[in-house]
């Protein structure tokens, strides 16, 4: 099986938010693929593994809602405030990165603020694996 390398180089978007952003793998990850160090289901925490999108259209977003409010009904972006509570859901959960299943190009995540954030490009490496 081909799976496409998911790590430190690897750009995600949220279906709300307003540009990609990359990917962080914290240094203290071991296990590398192409040069990258690569990405599991526990790189979810907001602002140290997943940053901002620029701005947020959610309207399950309080902020986006008192904009949009505020602005008689037309919808107002805010900027994005990536909370996420729950780890990556992956398709490559036979593929372990340290003790947890690697990220693979499918993999998806959900905000609260209901926005579901997937890997946008996962890198430019795929490795076999069993």
């Known amino acids: 099986m081909s799976l496409a390398v998911v790590g430190e180089l690897s750009a995600i978007q949220c279906l709300f938010g307003a540009m990609p952003t990359p990917l962080i793998v914290l240094p203290d990850r071991t296990i590398t693929a192409e040069f990258m160090l690569m990405a599991n289901i526990s790189d979810m925490i907001p602002f140290a593994n997943i940053e901002t999108f620029g701005e947020c259209v959610s309207l399950a977003?309080?902020?986006?809602?008192?904009?949009?409010?505020?602005?008689?009904?037309?919808?107002?972006?805010?900027?994005?405030?990536?909370?996420?509570?729950?780890?990556?859901?992956?398709?490559?959960?036979?593929?372990?990165?340290?003790?947890?299943?690697?990220?693979?190009?499918?993999?998806?995540?959900?905000?609260?603020?209901?926005?579901?954030?997937?890997?946008?490009?996962?890198?430019n490496a795929t490795v076999e694996v069993p």
């Open 61 to 123: 977003n309080p902020q986006v809602i008192i904009a949009t409010a505020a602005a008689m009904g037309v919808l107002t972006p805010m900027p994005c405030e990536p909370i996420v509570v729950d780890p990556w859901i992956s398709e490559a959960m036979d593929v372990f990165v340290e003790i947890m299943p690697a990220l693979d190009m499918t993999s998806i995540v959900m905000c609260i603020w209901a926005g579901a954030i997937h890997i946008d490009e996962p890198g």
